[in-house]
């Protein structure tokens, strides 16, 4: 049975101008492995604008940012930064195992899951189980719910929480309107909750300083 969260909106960036077919395909594939398909583009930008412009660590980026001068590099140096970042997230930590969730209806019941991060995605599931390839939607159906990384604005501890073990994903949409949701996770312990909550900040800053690496302007077109 599905959860009973609407489903959060996907992503996509399209491919770069490039010299050749080659290396625009190559390029567009860099990308594709990190970012899933979005079918409104309209939506997509207006996504794009909100995280560019709520993250505080927008313009220190970007001052660093060799994407931040997309147009003045070559397709080939481009690639070569793209998939360094990519390396990057496959060597972050492995996030999977069981959680319990708070339903957000009556009964307000705490429901075991099975929880993973792949690619750009945090899934859970009522059922241990795997997931090959998060960009398939065919692949993601078979779960109760997903959220796409980049439409998670906080991962926080529930401070006042008695047993240690809480956290909250707040997780927002935006398009013609704006919708924002927050999930109430419960780990099996302190040190699983410090764990997931590590990991998720980590999955979701690198994900976004990819798409602050490939420059505003370019969502702006």
């Given at each position: 049975?599905?959860?009973?969260?609407?489903?959060?909106?996907?992503?996509?960036?399209?491919?770069?101008?490039?010299?050749?077919?080659?290396?625009?395909?190559?390029?567009?594939?860099?990308?594709?492995?990190?970012?899933?398909?979005?079918?409104?583009?309209?939506?997509?930008?207006?996504?794009?604008?909100?995280?560019?412009?709520?993250?505080?660590?927008?313009?220190?980026?970007?001052?660093?940012?060799?994407?931040?001068?997309?147009?003045?590099?070559?397709?080939?140096?481009?690639?070569?930064?793209?998939?360094?970042?990519?390396?990057?997230?496959?060597?972050?930590?492995?996030?999977?195992?069981?959680?319990?969730?708070?339903?957000?209806?009556?009964?307000?019941?705490?429901?075991?899951?099975?929880?993973?991060?792949?690619?750009?995605?945090?899934?859970?599931?009522?059922?241990?189980?795997?997931?090959e390839n998060a960009k398939d939607r065919k692949e993601r159906a078979k779960w109760n719910n997903t959220v796409h990384l980049m439409?998670i604005t906080e991962v926080k501890i529930v401070a006042e929480s008695k047993t240690k073990r809480k956290f909250t994903v707040n997780?927002?949409?935006?398009?013609?309107?704006?919708?924002?949701?927050?999930?109430?996770?419960?780990?099996?312990?302190?040190?699983d909750r410090d764990h997931w909550v590590k990991g998720l900040k980590q999955h979701i800053e690198s994900l976004k300083k990819m798409?602050?690496?490939?420059?505003?302007?370019?969502?702006?077109?």
């Amino acid at each position: 049975n599905k959860d009973e969260e609407p489903q959060p909106n996907e992503f996509l960036l399209g491919d770069r101008n490039a010299g050749t077919m080659h290396d625009t395909q190559r390029l567009s594939g860099a990308i594709d492995d990190i970012l899933s398909d979005h079918d409104d583009e309209d939506e997509l930008k207006e996504q794009m604008r909100q995280i560019t412009n709520n993250s505080l660590d927008v313009k220190k980026i970007r001052s660093t940012n060799p994407f931040s001068a997309l147009k003045r590099k070559t397709t080939r140096n481009v690639l070569h930064n793209i998939e360094t970042l990519s390396s990057t997230r496959q060597n972050l930590v492995v996030l999977e195992g069981w959680l319990e969730k708070k339903q957000s209806v009556p009964p307000y019941s705490w429901l075991k899951r099975w929880v993973v991060v792949k690619g750009s995605h945090l899934l859970w599931s009522d059922k241990e189980m795997t997931i090959e390839n998060a960009k398939d939607r065919k692949e993601r159906a078979k779960w109760n719910n997903t959220v796409h990384l980049m439409t998670i604005t906080e991962v926080k501890i529930v401070a006042e929480s008695k047993t240690k073990r809480k956290f909250t994903v707040n997780v927002t949409t935006y398009g013609k309107k704006d919708k924002s949701r927050e999930y109430l996770w419960r780990a099996l312990n302190v040190e699983d909750r410090d764990h997931w909550v590590k990991g998720l900040k980590q999955h979701i800053e690198s994900l976004k300083k990819m798409v602050l690496y490939l420059g505003k302007e370019d969502i702006d077109d």
